[in-house]
């Protein structure tokens, strides 16, 4: 009788500790990843003691990510056009990159500041006096974005959604990655500004893009520029020798008002003629909202358009 009562026991005393042991864990899910540190794309670690309940942004593609995810944010970057998606059109501005708002985003009582890798480094003083954390990001390449969005997975706790969104990437670049191009079209690929015109290289959106849809980029061997180093100076040297099949343009802001001062500048100088672009009338203009800036989530419709533009070359 008494063996049989300590093994009783013993099961009781086993019982409550597994009891136990589910009731820890349970307490544990309730209490969620927090608090989380996450690596941004400078290298920095941010540790968020709490989910981020207000999110202001400069980044058009950082927003659409969010809200693709299911999130949302309280302040926007300030825009001259679409405002992707529709329901973020309402939201306070907080400015650009180049000129945040710093008393707006204050105002909005925000807790989270998301801005650019090369452009604000040296704001994050200043905004993390305003009590902030700051995520600095970019978006050039292919695997920038999906790390964005499992970075924001993880700090919406929208892991789930985030995967599924990676995977449909995944599955647009290895349908367009799976064409066999015997004879790729060689391509140079034209980012107009204000001020200047520049080559697109490999390691740039555009060029890892256009790699990745089966293109060869001529600017791919040509030395980056220290103020934009994922672009080249454009070379008319390089150029002639590789003679593009065609030139694609892209500008942050008018590509057309771009692209017709770049037709300008070929215009007065002859040696442009030679090429088999502009023999065959093969420049073609990028739309703005998949080139000019960082698409986000809408880079699986920027590959399809390249797929599209480069299968009609070979028609």
């Known amino acids: 009788m008494q063996i049989l009562e300590i093994l009783k026991k013993s099961d009781v005393n086993q019982t409550t500790e597994e009891v136990s042991e589910v009731t820890e864990e349970d307490e544990q899910a309730q209490a969620g990843p927090f608090p989380l540190t996450i690596t941004d794309l400078t290298g920095r670690e941010i540790t968020f003691n709490e989910q981020p309940k207000r999110i202001v942004t400069v980044i058009p593609a950082d ?102 969104l990676v995977r449909t990437i995944d599955d647009k670049v290895a349908e367009i990655s799976a064409i066999n191009r015997e004879n790729p079209a060689r391509v140079l690929i034209v980012f107009g500004t204000p001020d200047e015109t520049m080559a697109a290289l490999p390691k740039s959106l555009a ?22 180093p994922t672009y080249a100076q454009l070379s008319l040297e390089r150029i ?23 037709e300008m500048d070929m215009s007065q100088n002859p040696a442009w003629n030679n090429l088999n672009a502009v023999k065959n009338n093969n420049i073609i203009v990028l739309p703005h909202e998949l080139f000019g800036t960082n698409p986000g989530p809408r880079i699986v419709d920027a590959l399809q358009f390249l797929k599209e533009s480069l299968d009609s070359l070979e028609n």
Do not use: C, W
Not at 245 to 260: L, P, Q, R, S, T
């Open 240 to 262: 002639l020798e590789a003679n593009p099949d065609v030139i694609y343009f892209m500008a942050h802001g008018e590509a057309n008002d771009a692209k017709n001062r770049f």
């Open 63 to 164: 927003m659409e990510i969010i809200y693709a995810l299911g999130g949302e944010v309280v302040g926007r970057p300030q825009a001259s056009g679409v405002v992707r998606p529709e329901e973020a059109a309402f939201l306070e501005e907080v400015g650009y990159p180049r000129g945040i708002n710093f008393e707006k985003v204050a105002s909005l009582q925000a807790d989270m500041f998301i801005g650019h890798t090369r452009l604000n480094m040296d704001d994050v003083p200043t905004l993390e006096t305003l009590g902030l954390n700051v995520v600095l990001t970019q978006g050039d390449s292919l695997e920038d974005i999906k790390n964005l969005i499992r970075m924001y997975g993880d700090l919406l706790e929208k892991h789930d959604r985030a995967e599924e």
């Open 207 to 228: 060029g890892n893009l256009f790699e990745l849809a089966g293109a060869e980029n001529i600017a791919k061997d040509l030395p980056n520029l220290d103020t934009y």
